[in-house]
Structures are given as structure tokens and as C-alpha cells.
């Protein structure tokens, strides 16, 4: 079955460590995109990338850093600067990012981070 | 700015119809979505409206939009306890270099009781 898988479910990190929160999908998506989910918030972009070899900043990408070396695969790692890293991680992709056709995205299960 | 504003908590009893709101700012969004989010897991696509469209409706849910008022409703008809989930609502908006930027709501936590 196509779809994107995140792993692990859930992750800790200790004081001063850096995590790297894997993101797979198999659906031949070009885009790519992170996102980080709080209680009671919707989800804030972190990173996205249009296109193998190339990704943006989102509203909140302090603390973190990516790469997109192959178009299926888009890890998204959490630096110890990030000082606040305890959150839901949701990876999505869609066909691409053209604004004006029905580009929907679609989500991994998501990976839990805690601070230990 | 950017900023889609939804209820955060709805109640219904089980067999009632449920209708969820969702006003948004960008008059020139083309797509708006409805994604359903179970606890611990990632969220799901359930359907979505074109903006020059009023209506859709896909078996037990039904889209409205009021585009002169940016607002956008969910109807769930014969609500079931499987339909308790949080509910997020997206507009598709437009950034620099063709780029797409989905703006999600807060959610609504839809809770089914007998």
C-alpha cells in the first residue's frame, strides 16, 4: 500500500542532544513537508521542500534542520537548540506544491517527543 | 494575516447530525479541506471544496462554503461514536514561487455520546 511512514512513534531526547525523526512515503509525491502539533494548537510548518535537493523555512524552523537527498525520503532533525522540542511531529507530502490544482496533503501517524 | 478560527469543543449524541464551523481570510484560497485526527495518529484526509463551488457532499458528510462570508461548515449526518475525533479545517493558500502553504485551524474536538 502507498503512504507515508514516520518513525519511531515515539522518541526521547536527552539535554543537548540532537534527534533525527525519520519520514518515508512511497506515494512518487515531489513535496515534502514537516509540521509541528501542540495542544490545543493546529499544526505550525517547519520545513518543506518543492523538490529532491532543494527545502524552505517554514513559520517556526529555529531549532531544527533537514535534508531531501532522495525524493521519498525527508528527515527532519531536532537540534539542542531548540529549547522547547517536546511536541507531535506530523511529516505530509503531496503530488506537488502548485497552488492552482487540488493539491491535498497526506499525513504520516506522526512521531511523539519527549524531553527526559 | 493568516488565520483560520474554529470551535475547539462540539458535543452531540449518538444518531444526531453534527455540524462543525470554520471561518478563514484568504478570499483568494482555490482549495479548503477537512482533515478528522484520531488520538495518536495523523490526520486524515476526509474531503475537501473548490472554492467557486457552494456544496459538496460525500455520504454522510456534506460542505458548505459562504465564500462573501469566508466561512466553511462540516455536516455529519447520523453521527457515530466512530466519528469522535478532532476536526481540522485548511485553507490552500498561494506563496512565492508557486509554492502551496496549507493554513490549518486549531481543531474541534468532536466528542459522541449515547
Known amino acids: 500500500d502507498g503512504g507515508i511512514t514516520q518513525s519511531p512513534k515515539y522518541l526521547f531526547r536527552k539535554e543537548g542532544q540532537n534527534v533525527t525523526l525519520s519520514c518515508e512515503q512511497n506515494?512518487?509525491?515531489?513535496?515534502m513537508y514537516w509540521y509541528r502539533q501542540d495542544p490545543g494548537q493546529g499544526l505550525r510548518l517547519i520545513y518543506y521542500s518543492q523538490i529532491v535537493n532543494d527545502f524552505q523555512k517554514g513559520d517556526i524552523a529555529e531549532g531544527y534542520s533537514v535534508s531531501r537527498e532522495k525524493k521519498e525520503s525527508f528527515p527532519l532533525t531536532v537540534t539542542s537548540a531548540q529549547k522547547n522540542p517536546t511536541a507531535f511531529y506530523l511529516c505530509?507530502?503531496?503530488?506537488?506544491?502548485?497552488?492552482?490544482?487540488?493539491?491535498?496533503?497526506?499525513f504520516g501517524d506522526g512521531t511523539r517527543l519527549s524531553i527526559l | 494575516g493568516e488565520d483560520v478560527e474554529q470551535s475547539l469543543f462540539l458535543s452531540v449524541r449518538e444518531g444526531d447530525s453534527s455540524v462543525i464551523n470554520c471561518t478563514y481570510t484568504?478570499?483568494?484560497?482555490?482549495?479548503l479541506y477537512w482533515y478528522k485526527q484520531e488520538p495518536g495518529a495523523g490526520l486524515q484526509l476526509l474531503t475537501y471544496i473548490f472554492s467557486n463551488m457552494d456544496m459538496k457532499q460525500d455520504q454522510r458528510l456534506t460542505v458548505l462554503l459562504n465564500k462573501k462570508d469566508k466561512h466553511l461548515s462540516l455536516r455529519i449526518a447520523d453521527t457515530q461514536t466512530g466519528d469522535s475525533a478532532i476536526y481540522f479545517c485548511?485553507?490552500?493558500?498561494?506563496?512565492?514561487?508557486?509554492?502551496?502553504?496549507?493554513?490549518f485551524g486549531a481543531g474541534t474536538r468532536l466528542a459522541v455520546h449515547p
Open positions: 484568504d478570499s483568494s484560497s482555490t482549495y
Open positions: 505530509a507530502s503531496s503530488i506537488d506544491s502548485g497552488h492552482y490544482s487540488n493539491q491535498p496533503q497526506h
Open positions: 506515494l512518487n509525491h515531489d513535496a
Open positions: 485548511a485553507e490552500s493558500m498561494a506563496f512565492s514561487g508557486g509554492y502551496n502553504k496549507l493554513i
